[in-house]
Nanobody, 121 residues
Framework: QLAESGGGLVQAGGSLRLSCAAS????????VGWFRQAPGKEREFVAA????????YYADSVKGRFTISRDNAKNTVYLQMNSLKPEDTAAYYC????????????????WGQGTQVTVSS
């Protein structure tokens, strides 16, 4: 199971770091992705990273502002979010996929419960 943490309320231009921690078993052999869902909208891809920490991939809307990384010794994946905008407001979820990152939501499993990020203008 994966569990997200680190969400909160921040002003526009601010930063947050989200964590996605695995429990019960290791996810070190899987790619991990971050998705987000705003009220009334579909869950959308944000970023993903390969099992070894390589092949990071980002949605165009966050490229240059967000950085995904992982520490397999801690069984944790991070999402550093800088220069936050009000349109980044959403519940953020992490999930595991195959070895290589993918933007396809249907390829992911073991979804966490989500952590809320609210960016005020």
């Amino acid at each position: 199971q994966l569990a997200e943490s680190g969400g909160g309320l921040v002003q526009a231009g601010g930063s947050l770091r989200l964590s996605c921690a695995a429990s019960g078993r290791t996810f070190n052999n899987y790619a991990v992705g971050w998705f987000r869902q705003a009220p009334g909208k579909e869950r959308e891809f944000v970023a993903a990273i390969g099992w070894s920490g390589g092949n990071p991939y980002y949605a165009d809307s966050v490229k240059g502002r967000f950085t995904i990384s992982r520490d397999n010794a801690k069984n944790t994946v991070y999402l550093q979010m800088n220069s936050l905008k009000p349109e980044d407001t959403a519940a953020y979820y992490c999930a595991a996929a195959g070895v290589f990152p993918t933007v396809s939501r249907g390829s992911y499993h073991d979804w966490g419960q989500g952590t809320q990020v609210t960016v005020s203008s």
